[in-house]
């Protein structure tokens, strides 16, 4: 895939330092995919790197978020930032406040985080609020696509039927009725 960048690692300096060379190197008007499998990481990386990807859409570089697995917090920023969002069946993408074990929620630098997130956020879903913001949000690819987070969903036949098979065993997912 042209102009593809591989995001399975926890999101820190280094990181950014990597997606950002990547983004520079991108030629004016082409298409950028980022396939994402990531727990996240730095809040701060992540903002900065969604920062990046939208100042090069003012180059006509249009970017798409492709999800598998786990697409969260930090990275959930990333993919935020996208022009379009595709998760893979049975991938989830998750959004929650900024935190740090060490610093306190009210912490200036804290609160500046979270307001820089759901700026990315209201990219997406207009009506979350900074409220929202506290809890940890969960999507699956369905859920993604009814809330207008996602554009699409990745099909993966073999994937859906062994989730449904595993939904109905153990009735999780709404079990058999499961999508």
């Not at 500046?112 to 913001?133: C, F, G, V, W």
Request: hydrophobic letters at 45%.
């Amino acid at each position: 895939m042209d102009n593809c960048y591989l995001l399975i690692n926890d999101i820190d300096e280094s990181e950014a330092r990597s997606m950002f060379a990547w983004i520079n190197g991108l030629p004016e008007k082409s298409n950028a995919t980022i396939e994402i499998l990531s727990h996240g990481g730095l809040c701060f990386a992540g903002t900065g790197i969604a920062q990046k990807i939208i100042e090069a859409t003012s180059k006509g570089i249009k970017f798409i978020a492709r999800v598998y697995g786990i697409c969260a917090s930090a990275a959930a920023d990333i993919a935020l930032a996208c022009d379009s969002i595709y998760m893979a069946e049975g991938s989830q993408i998750m959004i929650h406040s900024a935190w740090n074990p060490f610093i306190s929620p009210d912490d200036e630098g804290i609160v500046r985080a979270n307001e820089s997130q759901l700026a990315l956020i209201h990219r997406k879903l207009p009506d979350y609020t900074m409220e929202d913001l506290k809890t940890d949000k969960w999507f699956n690819a369905e859920q993604a696509v009814e809330a207008g987070l996602c554009v699409g969903i990745i099909k993966q036949d073999d994937v859906n039927a062994t989730l449904k098979s595993v939904a109905a065993k153990y009735n999780i997912n709404g079990g058999i009725e499961m999508a």
